[in-house]
């Protein structure tokens, strides 16, 4: 939950987006300009929308790749993503 809510947070991409985050969309990850592609069939308009990656994404993010799986944020199912957290969301707010 807690890197759910900072990829949110330092990303500034909707819910969803970071739940479904692929390894496959980080590029650059050990270069100077890291970026996270989301793929054009996840916006109304048909474009990949390329996120820069600030620095504290990117150290979570090398932490996070000795993991290994399909998604960042794994769900407790195999090829699953982490489930949207709403009790968890609600205690937070």
Known sequence: FQL???LSLLTGQR???VLAMRWRDIHGIDTDAPVWRIPAA???NGRVHVVPLVPSVVW???ERRREG???VLPGREPGQHYAEPKRRWIALL
């Open 4 to 6: 759910f809510v900072l």
């Open 15 to 17: 819910r969803g987006n």
């Open 42 to 44: 996840e916006f109304k």
């Open 60 to 62: 979570f993010l090398r």
């Open 69 to 71: 799986g399909e998604y």
